[in-house]
């Protein structure tokens, strides 16, 4: 698998990340996700609402359901969500494998200057795998 993203909008969540060294960050995504490849085609900031950001995130869930909404009347597409981790480690973390689902959502990790991506499988009871998908910055 394939991911599609601006450099724009690579930029805009590289700044994100800085700009909260402390705590992580995080969105959903928007765009496109089919036979095998994906394109972000907007992101949409969301607060982190976890009761320990410097560790963990959790959408907003108003944002979530406004994104999901908005994007269903205009016939758009949230294909996952993307967060920070301020240790500097841009795979997924014990917490990430331990909440992940295998619904074919992409994950981003923004950390140490750089962006992955990420889409989980479930292996059985426990916690999700996740393999990497490469990103193509356009």
């Known amino acids: 698998m ?4 601006s450099s724009g909008d690579r930029q805009i969540l590289l700044e994100a990340a800085a700009a909260s060294p402390q705590a992580e960050v995080c969105g959903l995504l928007l765009g496109q996700n089919r036979d095998g490849a994906g394109r972000v085609e907007s992101l949409v900031p969301a607060r982190n609402v976890a009761a320990d950001p410097a560790r963990s995130f959790e959408i907003d869930p108003a944002t979530l359901l406004a994104t999901h909404r908005a994007a269903r009347g205009q016939g758009r597409q949230v294909i996952g969500h993307w967060h920070s ?16 689902t295998e619904n074919g959502q992409i994950w981003l990790i923004i950390a140490g200057g750089e962006v992955t991506a990420w889409v989980p499988h479930a292996t059985g009871p426990g916690p999700a795998t996740f393999q990497p998908i490469a990103i193509e910055v356009a």
């Open 2 to 5: 394939k991911l599609q993203i």
């Open 85 to 100: 981790h301020p240790n500097g480690r841009t795979a997924p973390s014990t917490r990430d494998a331990a909440r992940a």
